[in-house]
């Protein structure tokens, strides 16, 4: 079974400029979070999406958004580009079901992306 | 708000030295802890959920433990492939959320 996936691997971006993520969760998952990874802060939550709904959101500025398409495929947008998103992008999708609602989180090998 | 605090920050041991990581919580409602492993350039991978406290699950040679206000991740006669960053993370009981709060890692290094 393929696991979750994420394009493209790497990006380099200038300040300014906007930036779109990709993410295709594994077959059958319906719930896509996002997760933003630096050295200083550790994973921290970006968003959370089901059945194309935002469901929880972190605590991040409005540049970041996110969507979430029918197949379950996410992407996640950051406009305005600052020096301080330079981060690795962690997607994750999880299997959610009626007594599965403790099913772990299935994370891709994330996007990583310099602002310079 | 939801805090994981892990220790230590690094660890070196030689390789069969077993040891034990720390991951200390504060969660209003403990839906699940979460223990993941993440080598370098990858995304973290799933090695175990706990819900509640007493409970213990182990695969090969990792073991981890839950206690109302910590868990243990023990690590018996290491390998040098079971270098790696080990994350440890909690869901909130609230309703309606996937959401993991993450500690920082250990950062654990086996010498041969």
């Known amino acids: 079974k393929a696991g979750v996936t994420q394009t493209p691997r790497y990006l380099i971006k200038t300040r300014g400029q906007q930036v779109t993520l990709s993410c295709s969760p594994i077959?059958?998952?319906?719930?896509v979070s996002w997760y933003q990874q630096t050295p200083g802060q550790g994973l921290q939550f970006l968003f959370e999406?089901?059945?194309?709904?935002?469901?929880n959101k972190g605590n991040f500025p409005g540049r970041f958004s996110g969507r979430q398409f029918s197949n379950s495929r996410s992407e996640m947008n950051v406009s305005t580009l600052e020096l301080g998103d330079s981060a690795l992008y962690l997607c994750a999708s999880s299997l959610e079901n009626v007594g599965k609602r403790n099913s772990p989180l299935h994370f891709g090998n994330g996007t990583r992306l310099t602002v310079t | 708000e939801d805090q994981v605090t892990q220790s230590p920050e690094a660890l070196r041991l030689q390789e069969g030295e077993s040891s034990s990581l720390n991951c200390s919580y504060t969660v209003s409602g403990l839906r699940g802890l979460f223990w993941y492993r993440q080598d370098p350039g990858k995304g973290p991978e799933f090695l175990f959920t706990?819900?509640?406290a007493g409970e213990e699950k182990e695969k090969e040679r990792l073991k981890a433990t839950l206690t109302k206000k910590e868990s243990f991740l023990h690590i018996t006669a290491p390998k040098p492939e079971d270098s790696a960053t080990y994350l440890c993370a909690v869901r909130n009981s609230g309703a309606g959320s996937y959401q993991l709060t993450f500690g920082k890692g250990t950062k654990l290094s086996v010498i041969p």
């Open positions: 706990l819900y509640s």
């Open positions: 077959s059958g998952h319906r719930s």
């Open positions: 999406y089901f059945s194309e709904t935002q469901r």
